[in-house]
Structures are given as structure tokens and as C-alpha cells.
């Protein structure tokens, strides 16, 4: 399983996409994934639209699944992440290389803010792990803008614990 | 080890990366006893001290009581572990792969048995832990808290080993309990001793795992 070539394809294929969930926390260091990539877009694509490009849809379980060419499963945001709007994800996105080709993800503050609201086990395993690596490189200005109530002290508390 | 049914007080936290011990004082009733639960919560190995009087809780913490005495081998055996890195990559999973010789859980193991989630940590109960050390550390391994491969002691039952590896994923918590979820629905057939997991979670893996 190779998910940065997987990655750079989808880039390449849907051009305005930002890569979130557990394939952005492995940018930062997160050491363990599912074998999803979940994408935010820009502008939503349809289901013809993606199987031109060569990905399967289908339905399964009532839901609609998208797949890579190779079987990756693709979770589409197209409105918001956990309630961070696609604009403010594409605003904050940065950039890094794979493969030699520029991919967009999703920024460190996002990310755990993000994290934090959907609170599984797995997202708690991560921001512990993504406190303990990159506490110090929040920017607090960013996670002051796109956070809700409390969320910013709770996040400090966390780094401060972890960090 | 006694597992105390007061412990299970710590239930009523929500699940949360990083907990104060001032937001045990009340579930506990008074600061004393909210300081001997958590020594107590440390001992099992349910609870890790953090900085600035922050705690974090393991996720099994909040799997039903009555699973709590089926994972204090596992919660012991991480306590006990010993951690090897030497270029702190793949390559150091490799050579422990090659050498060492035992019974494989968690992360690797977990990967064989369900190709859910990448692995990370080569977790391996060794029947001698101070000859399987001595031969990483001459063998260029540095111990401390970073590497990858892991050594501990066999502590517990084995002899279904679907089941322990099961409970050693159930008992880490947070990634491993979707490996716990994935070796649940691939292997239920073979296990005795089962948790219990949110709908939306037993979905994902569900949907995550390959065909």
C-alpha cells in the first residue's frame, strides 16, 4: 500500500483537493492510518464525474463509497470538517511534496480542532500524539479563528500537558 | 492484581486526551481520595502521569468493568515493556523480525491478521527479556522511550492467541481499539472474551477494512 502515490493521483485528477483526517496527521507524524484518505473540495464532483476519471462509486450499506483505481477508499467533504468550513480549509491548507508533485493539507490547527470534535479513541490517540510532536508549532491565531466556545483553552491545556 | 470496583468511577470522564486530576475530586468524593485513584489507576496501567498535574486515561477505561480483569496482563505487560531503537525506522522492525524470537501482538500482528491500520510498533513477548536486550544493544539498539521495537515479559494466558492479541489491542485503547474491532469482526468465531464498541466506530472498520 503505497498512499502518497495514491495521494498524488488524486491530486492530479481533482486538482482543487485538500487531503484532511488521518493522511494529513501523517504529514505531521502520526505513525499509524487506516487505509481511507479522506479529501475536502472545492467544488463537489458528481458521481459521473468521478467515474470519468477512473474511480468506482457505488453504493454500499446505503452510503456512497468511492474508490481508487487501487481500492483506497475516499471519504468527499464538500461542505465543511467538523464544522470547519472547505473555505477556511483551503485558506489555511499548506503545501507539501510527494512524489515531487505539490499536494495541499490540511493545516496543523484544523486538524486538531477537528479532531477534537469528532473525540473517537483514535482521535484522541492522535492529538496526544500530534501535541507531544508539534505543540509548539500551533499558531494560536489560526485555532483562535476557526474554534468554537472553549475549544482554544482546552486545546492550550492539552499541549501544555503533552507537550 | 485486585481490580477494585470504585475505580470504575473514572467512567463518568468523557473519553479526552488530557484530563486535570482536579476533575477526578468530585467523581472521587473528596482530593485524598481522588489522588489514590488515580496511584491506583497508574498502577493498573489504565492512567499515565503527564505534565503540570495532567493525566491521560487509556481508552479502556471506559470498556464495561467486568472486561477490566481480562486486561490487567496486557496493561502489565505495557508497563513492563522495554523499548529498542537504532535508526528509529522500518528497518529497525526488520532486523528485530530476523533475531528475535516470540509471541507477536499488537500493531504487527494486528496488520497480519487484518490489514486495517499501518504498523508501527513491533511488540513482541519474549521468554527471555534480559537476553533479547542484550543482543539488540549489541547489536547497535539504544533503549528508551522512542524505539520501535518493544520487548516484554509473557505474563497471562497465550493459549488462544486471536483472543490475546485481541485483549492487547482492547487494552491499549485509542488506534489499536479499531484493530481490537477489525480482528473482532474477522475472527469472532474465536473469541471468548469481547468488548464493547460505539456503532459509528464498529461502521468505520466495517467500511475500512479490505475485501
Not at chain 2, 132 to 140: E, I, P
Request: aromatic content about 10%.
Amino acid at each position: 500500500m503505497n498512499l502518497d502515490r495514491t495521494a498524488v493521483q488524486i491530486a492530479k485528477d481533482l486538482k482543487q483537493v485538500v487531503f484532511i483526517g488521518a493522511y494529513a496527521a501523517i504529514q505531521y507524524g502520526v505513525a499509524r492510518s487506516t487505509r481511507d484518505i479522506d479529501i475536502a473540495l472545492a467544488t463537489p464532483k458528481t458521481d459521473e464525474e468521478f467515474e470519468r476519471l477512473g474511480y468506482n462509486t457505488y453504493q454500499e450499506r446505503g452510503k456512497k463509497v468511492i474508490r481508487t483505481r487501487n481500492g483506497i477508499k475516499i471519504d468527499v467533504y464538500t461542505k465543511d470538517v467538523s464544522g470547519i468550513l472547505i473555505r477556511e480549509i483551503f485558506a489555511s491548507a499548506l503545501t507539501v511534496r510527494k512524489a515531487d508533485y505539490p499536494i495541499r493539507i490540511m493545516c496543523l490547527e484544523a486538524l486538531l480542532l477537528a479532531k477534537m470534535r469528532a473525540g473517537r479513541p483514535q482521535d484522541n490517540d492522535d492529538i496526544r500524539q500530534l501535541c507531544k510532536l508539534r505543540g509548539k508549532a500551533i499558531r494560536w491565531e489560526l485555532v483562535e479563528s476557526m474554534a468554537r466556545g472553549l475549544e482554544t483553552i482546552q486545546l492550550r491545556q492539552y499541549v501544555s500537558a503533552l507537550s | 492484581m485486585r481490580v477494585e470496583p470504585s475505580l470504575a468511577v473514572v467512567q463518568n470522564l468523557r473519553d479526552s486526551p488530557a484530563y486535570r486530576v482536579s476533575e477526578l475530586y468530585q467523581l472521587a468524593g473528596s482530593r485524598a481520595t481522588a489522588y489514590r485513584l488515580l496511584e491506583r489507576l497508574l498502577e493498573l496501567g489504565l492512567a499515565e502521569r503527564l505534565n503540570r498535574g495532567y493525566f491521560s486515561l487509556r481508552s479502556s477505561a471506559f470498556q464495561p468493568y467486568r472486561l477490566w480483569p481480562h486486561l490487567v496482563p496486557s496493561l502489565q505487560s505495557f508497563k513492563e515493556a522495554r523499548h529498542f531503537g537504532r535508526a528509529y525506522d522500518e528497518s529497525d522492525v526488520n532486523y528485530a523480525k530476523k533475531t528475535l524470537h516470540g509471541f507477536l501482538s499488537l500493531d504487527y500482528r494486528a496488520y497480519e491478521l487484518t490489514q486495517l491500520q499501518t504498523p508501527h510498533q513491533y511488540y513482541l513477548y519474549v521468554d527471555r527479556v534480559e537476553e533479547a536486550a542484550q543482543l539488540l544493544k549489541t547489536n547497535g539498539f539504544s533503549e528508551g522511550k522512542a524505539g520501535r521495537v518493544s520487548i516484554t515479559p509473557k505474563s497471562g494466558n497465550f493459549e488462544n492467541g486471536i483472543q490475546r492479541v485481541y485483549l492487547d489491542c482492547l487494552a491499549a485503547g485509542g488506534r489499536s481499539t479499531l484493530d481490537a474491532i477489525a480482528i473482532e469482526i474477522r475472527y469472532r468465531d474465536q473469541l471468548a472474551i469481547t468488548g464493547e464498541f460505539p456503532v459509528d466506530l464498529v461502521t468505520k472498520v466495517e467500511e475500512d477494512l479490505p475485501a
